[in-house]
């Protein structure tokens, strides 16, 4: 435990919750490989939204693309989020003070931001376009955006126990 970490981290990695997780044989261990498998899914729904919206996948509409994928996407965040929490309980006053952590976490921030920001200006303008037509402006950059920031929350997560 690292004891400079605020008081409500100390507590949920001292709760029953936290020691449940460290002391089990299977439950983190668990939730590591239910969080690379999330990333997994949410990473490659990602990929094939923005991959549409920079043009490729062009012989299918835009819409279709982003309704069905963006159901996948959601079902890996949702993932992510409640294998994180395991993962995170576990060592949360060690984490919470790991400066990769932190960046991390103002990474999802910002990728949540562009994808609010997808969903107001760029999706209303796509959802009933057909295969093959040109995207309006923004459509590029926001995936480009969107890219970059998951990969980058990633790269973060996966260097987190080295700092």
């Known amino acids: 435990m690292t004891e400079s970490a605020p008081a409500i981290f100390i507590a949920i990695e ?41 043009g490729a996948l062009a012989a299918t509409s835009p819409g279709s693309v982003l309704r069905t994928a963006r159901k996948a996407a959601m079902i890996g965040f949702f993932g992510l989020a409640l294998t994180g929490s395991f ?10 003070m790991n400066p990769v952590f932190q960046i991390k976490l103002g990474l999802i921030a910002l990728g949540l931001i562009n994808i609010v920001l997808f969903e107001i200006f760029i999706t209303p303008k796509v959802r009933d376009l057909p295969p093959s037509t040109s995207l309006p402006s923004g459509a590029r950059a926001g995936a480009l955006t969107s890219i970059a920031i998951w990969i980058a929350v990633a790269i973060c997560g996966r260097t987190i126990a080295y700092f």
Not at 20 to 46: C, D, E, K, P
């Open 87 to 96: 993962l995170f309980a576990a060592e949360a006053s060690h984490v919470i």
């Open 14 to 54: 001292a709760s029953g919750f936290g020691a449940a997780i460290r002391q089990s044989r299977w439950l983190y261990m668990t939730a590591n490989v239910g969080h690379i498998v999330s990333l997994m899914v949410f990473a490659g729904a990602i990929a094939v939204m923005d991959l549409r919206m920079m």
